[in-house]
């Protein structure tokens, strides 16, 4: 059971632990980050925010570079399928968080990579096909955020999934609206 105090809650509804997910950038924060995650459990990894979300969604949503996805990737062991599943006030769970990475750059684009892989390990097979309030699964919600990198690799484990058919080029029909798009 975590300390009273890492369960409090500032005015926009977040714990310690959250705003060290969205303010902890640097990777000499990874330490007080880990820390935090350690000492809450998942009872406090489970709270959430005004805006529907855990610290799990924060973490997806501000992490930056590959060393950074790499440090919070290890965190994910001890994250179960419920943490991943649970919803923020749109709908969205982590894996469309995930998808919805800011991966422009080439080490943005393998930190998105890497972390989706993570959590593909510890979905259930009905997470892919899980929609948010807009009606978009995660694959969807990268393909409108025109995330290449999030669209080929949730369409690799989808297809791992048997859940999605792709031609001989590994290609789907939304990834080929994408190519079209450019």
């Known amino acids: 059971i975590p300390h009273a105090s890492l369960l409090v809650q500032d005015m926009r509804g977040q714990t310690p632990l959250m ?10 924060k990874a330490k007080v ?21 855990t610290a799990l969604h924060w973490m997806v949503l501000q992490m930056r570079g590959l060393k950074q996805a790499t440090a919070r990737c290890a965190l994910l062991s001890s ?32 930190a998105c990579q890497l972390v989706l892989e993570a959590l593909h390990q510890l979905l259930p097979s009905q997470a892919y096909l899980t929609t948010n309030d ?27 999934h048997e859940l999605l058919e792709v031609d001989d080029t590994g290609d789907s029909f939304l990834l080929g609206l994408l190519k079209a798009d450019t």
């Open 134 to 160: 807009d009606g978009l699964t995660a694959l969807q919600t990268a393909a409108v955020a025109k995330n290449h990198i999030a669209v080929r690799t949730l369409q690799q484990m989808v297809a791992r």
């Open 33 to 53: 980050v880990e820390i935090l995650w350690n000492a809450t459990g998942e009872e406090g990894r489970r709270v959430k925010d005004k805006t529907g979300r």
């Open 79 to 110: 994250v179960s399928a419920e943490e991943i599943m649970e919803r923020d006030i749109q709908g969205n769970t982590v894996l469309h968080c995930a998808a919805m990475m800011k991966a422009n750059a080439e080490e943005g684009l393998h």
């Open 19 to 28: 705003v060290a997910m969205r303010r902890s950038r640097a990777p000499s």
